[in-house]
């Protein structure tokens, strides 16, 4: 059973935009947190930002602070990241993750989706 389903990946140029959506389902609706990681290739999979469900905390990793934008919608279930001043070295498949903590650390979530491409060309 499927239960995070990301959306909305694609290409675009530098300085461009896209938006990210993670639809869950199943065992993560109870989950606090919901993060995005992306992995390039070649490297290892890293942490872009994570958001918790009872306060709406939010963090980021440092290189996407102030162009990227997590928010969640816990009626519709849904986890959303706005990509804003795209950068070629955002070329990356992201992934959405479900846990019980927002953290940086991929290994604190135990639920992930299947990821989707985002292509930033120069």
């Known amino acids: 059973q499927v239960e995070l389903v990301e959306s909305g990946g694609g290409w675009v140029q530098a300085g461009g935009s896209l938006r990210l959506s993670c639809a869950s389902s199943g065992r993560t609706l109870s989950m606090n947190a919901m993060g995005w990681f992306r992995q390039a290739p070649g490297k290892e999979r890293e942490f872009v930002a994570a958001i918790s469900r009872t306060y709406g905390a939010t963090s980021y990793e440092d290189s996407v602070k102030g162009r990227f934008t997590i928010s969640r919608d816990n009626v519709k279930a849904t986890a959303t990241l706005q990509m804003n001043s795209l950068k070629p070295e955002d070329t990356a498949v992201y992934y959405c993750?479900?846990?019980?903590?927002?953290?940086?650390?991929?290994?604190?979530?135990?639920?992930w989706g299947q990821g989707t491409q985002v292509t930033v060309s120069s």
């Open positions: 993750a479900a846990g019980n903590v927002a953290s940086t650390l991929a290994r604190r979530y135990p639920y």
